[in-house]
């Protein structure tokens, strides 16, 4: 009897400790309810979400069709001056020289630093080994200047650090191919980003940097912006923790903002950092005190649902390695398809909806929901 009586003991002290670490784990990622947990949809596995502040991120699991290590982002290319993308004098298109033996993937949205003035790459484009005078569609994110700065060289882009931080902006560059909204879409998030980080500073925070005030880059990289980043940013780098990772959802105030699923698990999870720093800048600038319901994998999954649709789409064809499918519905949501030529596979997908649509749409109709915050 005394045996069975320690054994009890034992067992109810384990019972409770794994009870205390299971709470602990969960208020720390901050870990979102959802009856499913998980939801398997076109082929895909939706990961439950993990919250940090306004910003709720999904992680997709999958099996890839184009396997191994065969692209190098911008990014790498650039540091090891494999790349070269020049200055044309021509706001929207560059040029790129590849002089290595790899294909380079440019990112939509990549911004590249320098030249007369920084510039977005408007599409994916995926770049053959060896190729020459590639043209790339481009958008300017600094207005104003046209003219060296600094020490940087005038005849062409220096590196590729970050990406398009705003579902506005992509779409403005992506979809709408406006340069005049571009820019206001530029100043609208700096407006923000100094609205909210002056608030949570408790002093005048802006992130125009003098050197070129109207830089969409120079404001990406502020002191002040890095300080409020590191928060998310050190409870979500590490979420590519299994091999058949391959892409994420996010909602930002309880909105879900955008799918991305890329067909090559090492391109995800070399682009994973500008991407995340991406959707944390975004979530900075989105910031309000109004209280909101956070999303779930249903959510994700019913705004995955909306997309679908009959029409096949609108094709453009970039380059010889890479198309461009465009599919919108009457509802305007859209999915932006990368196909890479060469294999006969897609390689990005990306699911959105259009912010002028969203507007007019009524209230019910939007996954955005905010309610009385509760007791807890």
Known sequence: ???????????????????????????????????????????????????????????????????????????????????????TGNVNQLLLDNNSDDYIFIHSGDIVKGGKQDRTISYDVIIPPKA??????????????????????????????????????????????????VWGKVAEQQDRLNDNLSRKNGKT????????????????????????????????????TTDNTIGYAYAINGEVYAVEIYNNQCLFKN??????????????????DKDYEACTVTDVTTFMDAVKTENKGVVKNINKTTNFRTVENNKGNIVFTTEDTDKKKWIHKSYMKNEKTNAAQSKEDLPYRRIQQRNR
């Not at 020490?151 to 560059?173: G, I, P, Q, V, W």
């Open 205 to 240: 925070v802006n992130v125009a940097n003098n050197a070129s005030n109207t830089s969409l880059q120079l404001a990406l990289e502020s002191d002040e912006l890095d300080s409020a980043k590191k928060e998310y940013y050190n409870k979500l780098k590490d979420l590519i």
């Open 271 to 288: 682009l994973w950092d500008k991407i995340l720093e991406s959707i944390i800048v975004e979530a900075i600038s989105e910031q309000n």
């Open 132 to 181: 020459k005078n590639v043209e790339l569609q481009s958008f300017c994110v600094e207005q104003g200047r046209w003219r060296q700065r600094g020490n940087e060289t005038l005849s062409s882009f220096a590196s590729n650090t970050k990406m398009l931080s705003s579902r506005e902006l992509k779409l403005a560059a992506r979809h709408e191919k406006n340069q005049s909204k």
């Open 1 to 87: 009897m005394k045996a069975y009586s320690i054994i009890l003991s034992v067992f109810s002290i384990c019972i409770l400790l794994l009870g205390f670490k299971k709470i602990e784990v969960s208020e720390s990622q901050k870990i979102t309810g959802d009856p499913s947990n998980e939801r398997i949809t076109e082929g895909i596995k939706i990961k439950e979400g993990i919250r940090v502040q306004n910003l709720t991120l999904f992680m997709i699991t999958g099996e890839e069709k184009i396997s191994g290590d065969i692209y190098k982002t911008l990014s790498e290319a650039m540091n090891t001056r494999e790349v070269t993308v020049k200055e």
